[in-house]
């Protein structure tokens, strides 16, 4: 059974930078961050293959967002740089499973999901 564990989030000022763990436990393949705001649907932000060396992003965050993964310690880690008030949201780590390579931006695509971790941007 795939766990994801989430952690990293906080209260920042606009400008600032925050980086966000994830923590797996099994196999999951492709993982992904994805954000959620308050009366907002879930969406996408970025997501990297299995040995880190692919990586895609949302228009939004491409070049403010960096993506990585440590295939020994089983860990994601999403460093945001520049936050914006509009990032503000609850951040959920997920994976799509350990047979699957193909990227995707549909949430509904993803197998597994953490509890995720909020991160609030303040101007």
């Known amino acids: 059974q795939v766990q994801l564990v989430e952690s990293g989030g906080g209260t920042v000022q606009a400008g600032a930078s925050l980086e966000l763990s994830c923590a797996a436990s099994?196999?999951?393949?492709?993982l992904g961050w994805f954000r959620q705001a308050p009366g907002k649907g879930r969406e996408f932000v970025a997501a990297?293959?299995?040995?880190?060396?692919?990586?895609v992003y949302a228009d939004s965050v491409k070049g403010r967002f960096t993506i990585s993964r440590d295939g020994a310690k089983n860990t994601m880690s999403l460093q945001m740089n520049n936050l914006k008030p509009e990032d503000s949201a609850v951040y959920y780590c997920?994976?799509?499973?350990?047979?699957?390579?193909?990227?995707?931006?549909?949430?509904?695509?993803?197998?597994?999901w953490g509890q995720g971790t909020q991160v609030t941007v303040s101007s």
């Open positions: 099994g196999r999951t393949g492709i």
């Open positions: 990297i293959n299995w040995n880190g060396q692919s990586t």
């Open positions: 997920a994976g799509r499973g350990s047979a699957i390579t193909v990227f995707s931006r549909d949430r509904s695509q993803y197998r597994y």
